[in-house]
């Protein structure tokens, strides 16, 4: 079974590199020369926009092997829906992930929308479906259902946006969604419909993803706990007869040899604020985030103390906005984790390095040829983890 | 008088497939275009033909319209993308989130056509089953809350059907020029909305179009600005009047709606609409790339010299 390699795409700007956090790229900052898309000529913005930006990284993903990208949104970034719709039609190969959140659009809506995209695509539309923790609280983009709730929607959802999908007519009469005689018309009706990447890490998202997810997508954690994830999404689904597959969601820093790394996050660890250093903080109600600050002994002093695996890092939201785990070594060393990821069973990877542009670049030239994964795989299913595990230094339990 | 803007409908149903060419004659299309080429195709046609805009209408039997005006913006440099849906589709906010990256993304050439008063029984395939008045009370709550958060950094709002706590756009998605709104509906509920929220209110070619002005008119008094006012109509014009009714005949209509005619004909109706206080024409033309061309080279013109001299 192939593997599915993604490459994030920054839908709020992008840093130069993780040595200063300064948003050069789109304009999250205020314009000013160096800064790009838009840039400054003779004083004035160049008409260029953040889309630029992005449509340059997709570009530079489809050329470097990645099949794709997952454009995250949040209540800072731009639309996915929007970003998408506006590449669809300069890019060749890129698949769009576009993460959402079911409860702000109707599913019939969403299933015009994504007909109507894989129409403009070829069919290269892919969803991120995710039930909240999206930073402030879900009333922030008037949402008032609570946090198991949004799961039992997600449901609901997925349901009713299956049931237009091939036609109709389609009725329905949930909790959160009613519909009668519904279905999409004839030249939108049965395409392909877009592989589902589930998040979310409590009970409640685990239960959920069981019935709709094709692959179940996690923050990276240290991989014994990743893995122990994994058998307990395994054991869900399995009861109800599915099994999906699984994918990781990861950060990379790559370099020719590990010192030189290392020494690229030293340089952006001079800059990080002490307080950072004594322990994290809550944010809104996000069951991931609070997991992935459990795997380190807080507080810390130097960078390698958030090391809680060999090359798995837990400082990267410290350097640039987003979620704390990714590997950090040499080419070799980040494509043999990635490799014993695959080993554990992990069919799909959402990579990310900063800036994106040029890191997909390094990624493809130099990372993605070095997997051999079909080495590995079959020797090691899910269920024995062991075999290609690396030592683990700090996994603390799981909420 | 006032300058009249243009705008075209897309034919969002698609058209027939094209004729398959025989067998001996290479053709190297199959694979190599995908559905939406044709769309794309009449976008661009109207942002060289000097159009102000696009209209995808809100049509469950169509195209999505949200997608198909992000895609017409980014490919064209002038062009206005009026984008079709319905208060029932999204979260006010959400559909205020889509926009404002759009109109990062497009200069601010996004519009939207908001439909309110769709028949109940699309409106339930739709998932949506409000009906009579209050779904006007849901689209002001719908307008009202997408202001809000486009133009407030703290905003809260409790609706009887939307919600918002502590809400508002921030950094570079705040700040851009809200889509331009563009509603329609003769009923007092209709005006009323567009008194409160519409920048253009259109009428069609069945509405009382002198008393839908004067009586919105005076809704508006008090309100801040009076809404534009638009008329969606068909047009088949031509050189001259036989010429344009050898047309009609050769499709099988011999009384077509709405602008009829030569240009110089179809002309002066418009002008009688300007002079009514109408100056947002959206027109239905067909097929789509050839009259769009033959609209920009022959009838728009008409008017860019108004314009010209009257400054």
């Known amino acids: 079974m192939p593997i599915d390699i993604y490459w994030r795409i920054g839908t709020h700007g992008d840093q130069s590199s993780l040595r200063r956090r300064e948003t050069s790229r789109g304009d999250w900052t205020p314009l000013a020369p160096g800064g790009i898309t838009p840039g400054v000529r003779g004083g004035r913005p160049d008409g260029y926009t953040h889309l630029d930006h992005m449509a340059d990284v997709a570009r530079a993903s489809e050329l470097s092997g990645f099949v794709g990208g997952?454009?995250?949104?949040?209540?800072?970034?731009?639309?996915?829906?929007?970003?998408?719709?506006?590449?669809?039609?300069?890019?060749?190969?890129?698949?769009?992930?576009?993460?959402?959140?079911?409860?702000?659009?109707?599913?019939?809506?969403?299933?015009?929308?994504?007909?109507?995209?894989?129409?403009?695509?070829?069919?290269?539309?892919?969803?991120?479906?995710?039930?909240?923790?999206?930073?402030?609280?879900?009333?922030?983009?008037?949402?008032?259902?609570?946090?198991?709730?949004?799961?039992?929607?997600?449901?609901?959802?997925?349901?009713?946006?299956?049931?237009?999908?091939?036609?109709?007519?389609?009725?329905?009469?949930?909790?959160?969604?009613?519909?009668?005689?519904?279905?999409?018309?004839?030249?939108?009706?049965?395409?392909?419909?877009?592989?589902?990447?589930?998040?979310?890490?409590?009970?409640?998202?685990?239960?959920?993803?069981?019935?709709?997810?094709?692959?179940?997508?996690?923050?990276?954690?240290?991989?014994?706990?990743?893995?122990?994830?994994?058998?307990?999404?395994?054991?869900?689904?399995?009861?109800?007869?599915?099994?999906?597959?699984?994918?990781?969601?990861?950060?990379?820093?790559?370099?020719?040899?590990?010192?030189?790394?290392?020494?690229?996050?030293?340089?952006?660890?001079?800059h990080v604020d002490p307080a950072a250093l004594r322990g994290p903080e809550a944010s809104g109600d996000s069951v991931g985030w609070l997991r992935g600050q459990s795997f380190v002994n807080w507080p810390v002093s130097r960078p390698r103390d958030l090391e809680a695996a060999p090359n798995v890092w837990g400082g990267f939201h410290l350097l640039r906005g987003g979620p704390a785990f990714g590997l950090v070594g040499s080419y070799e060393q980040v494509a043999a984790r990635l490799d014993e990821l695959i080993a554990l069973g992990v069919d799909s990877f959402v990579l990310a390095g900063v800036p994106h542009l040029e890191e997909a670049h390094r990624v493809g030239e130099h990372v993605l040829p070095l997997l051999r994964h079909h080495d590995l795989r079959d020797h090691s299913p899910l269920a024995a983890p062991s075999l290609a595990t690396p030592s683990l230094t700090a996994v603390k339990g799981t909420v | 008088m006032s300058t009249p803007e243009f705008h075209l409908v897309l034919p969002t149903r698609g058209g027939p497939a094209p004729a398959p060419l025989p067998s001996f004659v290479t053709d190297l299309r199959p694979g190599a275009f995908g559905p939406l080429e044709h769309l794309a195709e009449i976008g661009r046609a109207a942002d060289v033909a000097g159009f102000h805009g696009v209209l995808t209408p809100f049509d469950p039997g169509g195209e999505e319209s949200l997608v198909v005006t992000a895609g017409l913006l980014r490919q064209n440099r002038w062009l206005r993308g009026i984008a079709g849906f319905h208060p029932g589709i999204a979260t006010p906010v959400y559909a205020a989130k889509v926009s404002a990256s759009l109109q990062r993304f497009s200069g601010d050439r996004l519009d939207w056509r908001l439909t309110v008063d769709l028949d109940p029984a699309v409106a339930r395939s739709q998932g949506d089953f409000l009906e009579g008045a209050d779904r006007y009370v849901r689209a002001d709550e719908f307008l009202t809350i997408a202001k809000g958060v486009w133009h407030e950094e703290d905003y809260t709002y409790e609706g009887r059907y939307f919600q918002v706590l502590a809400g508002g756009f921030q950094g570079p998605l705040a700040g851009r020029a809200f889509p331009r709104v563009l509603l329609s509906g003769t009923s007092t509920e209709a005006l009323e909305l567009s008194a409160e929220h519409a920048d253009v209110h259109l009428f069609g070619l069945g509405d009382d179009l002198d008393a839908g002005i004067a009586e919105l008119s005076e809704l508006s008094v008090g309100r801040g600005p009076t809404p534009a006012f638009g008329l969606r109509l068909p047009v088949l014009v031509r050189e001259d009047r036989a010429e344009a009714e050898a047309e009609a005949r050769r499709r099988g209509d011999d009384a077509p709606a709405g602008l009829f005619g030569s240009y110089g004909e179809v002309a002066d109706t418009i002008r009688a609409h300007l002079s009514r206080g109408v100056t947002v024409f959206v027109l239905e033309a067909e097929p789509g790339v050839e009259e769009t061309y033959r609209l920009g080279e022959h009838l728009l013109p008409l008017f860019t010299e108004e314009y010209t001299h009257a400054d």
């Open chain 1, 70 to 270: 997952l454009l995250p949104s949040f209540p800072f970034t731009d639309d996915p829906w929007a970003a998408a719709a506006s590449l669809a039609r300069e890019t060749t190969t890129y698949r769009f992930m576009i993460a959402y959140q079911p409860g702000f659009l109707h599913p019939v809506q969403a299933a015009r929308m994504s007909a109507t995209l894989q129409r403009a695509t070829g069919g290269r539309t892919v969803y991120n479906v995710i039930s909240g923790g999206g930073g402030p609280p879900q009333l922030w983009w008037g949402d008032k259902v609570d946090h198991d709730d949004r799961y039992a929607r997600t449901s609901e959802f997925l349901d009713v946006l299956k049931g237009v999908w091939d036609g109709g007519p389609f009725d329905y009469d949930g909790r959160f969604y009613r519909v009668a005689g519904a279905g999409l018309p004839e030249p939108l009706a049965g395409q392909p419909f877009p592989e589902i990447y589930f998040s979310g890490s409590s009970p409640a998202a685990i239960a959920a993803a069981g019935r709709h997810a094709d692959y179940y997508l996690s923050w990276l954690e240290p991989f014994e706990a990743l893995a122990a994830k994994f058998a307990q999404v395994r054991e869900h689904t399995e009861a109800i007869g599915r099994s999906p597959k699984f994918a990781v969601r990861i950060d990379v820093l790559a370099r020719e040899t590990e010192q030189a790394a290392w020494a690229e996050i030293e340089r952006g660890w001079r």
